[in-house]
């Protein structure tokens, strides 16, 4: 029988020699702990002032409720497998139970960023048929947008359906641990690495370039927009800002995305074709650097959202006073 057991992530067995065991517990207890905070308020305060505030149901708002709603996701299930990992180094439910939790953790923790990044992408053309075609109904309308929506997780559901397969709880060296048993499952007509190449490429980098190619659009319309009269100057004004405070917003999530997942992406890739370096205390420190962004992304959004947007700021001092 074929097994990558790990007692971190993804199959692969990070060695702990170049960290301090106490410290790194202490600090990844910390820090993961500060994520899981700012993440649950952050997230929970943006849907609440899209809920409570009819002016911000548009679609691009309810686009990023649904990012906040798979941002959620991601600190609720990370937090207790950190925590485990750290303190306890093995998986703590056995029987069926245990192999379920094992499938949902990662299954559900993978599908948080592949619903995010299609969200991305909605905002972008839906900003971009608002911006280089305002006379045109708009391409995600209020109906069409709970569809879109439902549409993003079937998407993210359907292209993480192997892992939930793959993953089960074994017992390793007298210590359950859940793994990804990827050929023992699935065969080998499909290769795991083949299956994560198509992730990558297909769920990041064509989603980001496309998003790109959009926001760059969006840019050039505004930028060649001019006033047609006088009388229409505050009316257009206030539009064109309107529009740039938007395009700022959207493109800081974007930004912060790339940022955040760029380097995941570049270990996933290193962890595919380059084992031999997995046990250098270098590729281990870039581990924890590339793991601990992408975890942040989660917590980041909602901090983006209510520096870039007025609406939101606006919106979360009516929320607490109704209560004051």
């Given at each position: ?24 517990r202490i600090g990844k207890t910390f ?156 065969g080998k007509s499909l290769s795991y690495e ?131």
């Amino acid at each position: 029988m074929s097994t990558n057991v790990t007692k971190t992530v993804n199959g692969i067995q990070i060695m702990s020699s170049c960290f301090n065991p106490a410290a790194e517990r202490i600090g990844k207890t910390f820090a993961y702990c500060l994520l899981f905070l700012v993440s649950l308020v952050g997230n929970s305060f943006i849907g609440a002032v899209v809920y409570r505030t009819k002016t911000l149901r548009k679609p691009i708002n309810v686009l990023i409720v649904n990012m906040v709603v798979s941002d959620l996701l991601y600190p609720i299930f990370l937090l207790p497998e950190k925590l485990i990992t750290l303190y306890s180094g093995s998986w703590l439910v056995s029987g069926p139970l245990g192999q379920a939790l094992c499938k949902l953790d990662y299954f559900l923790r993978k599908t948080s960023p592949a619903v995010s990044i299609q969200s991305l992408g909605l905002i972008a053309v839906d900003r971009f048929g608002a911006v280089v075609f305002p006379l045109r109904s708009p391409l995600i309308s209020s109906e069409r947008c709970r569809f879109v929506i439902l549409a993003t997780w079937i998407n993210a559901f359907a292209v993480w359906v192997p892992e939930l397969f793959a993953r089960k709880v074994i017992k390793y060296r007298g210590e359950l641990v859940c793994v990804r048993q990827w050929n023992d499952t699935l065969g080998k007509s499909l290769s795991y690495e083949n299956y994560a190449v198509a992730i990558i490429v297909v769920f990041l980098y064509a989603p980001l370039v496309l998003i790109g190619l959009l926001y760059f659009g969006i840019a050039l319309k505004i930028k060649s927009q001019k006033i047609p009269g006088e009388q229409s100057v505050n009316t257009i004004a206030k539009r064109l800002k309107a529009e740039r405070n938007v395009l700022k917003m959207s493109s800081a999530i974007v930004s912060g995305f790339i940022m955040c997942w760029l380097p995941y992406s570049i270990w996933w890739f290193l962890t595919l074709y380059s084992s031999d370096i997995l046990s250098s205390c270098g590729f281990q420190y870039f581990t924890g650097f590339a793991f601990f962004l992408a975890h942040s992304n989660c917590a980041i959004n909602p901090i983006i959202c209510f520096v870039f947007c007025r609406n939101y700021r606006q919106g979360l001092k009516n929320f607490f006073g109704c209560f004051f």
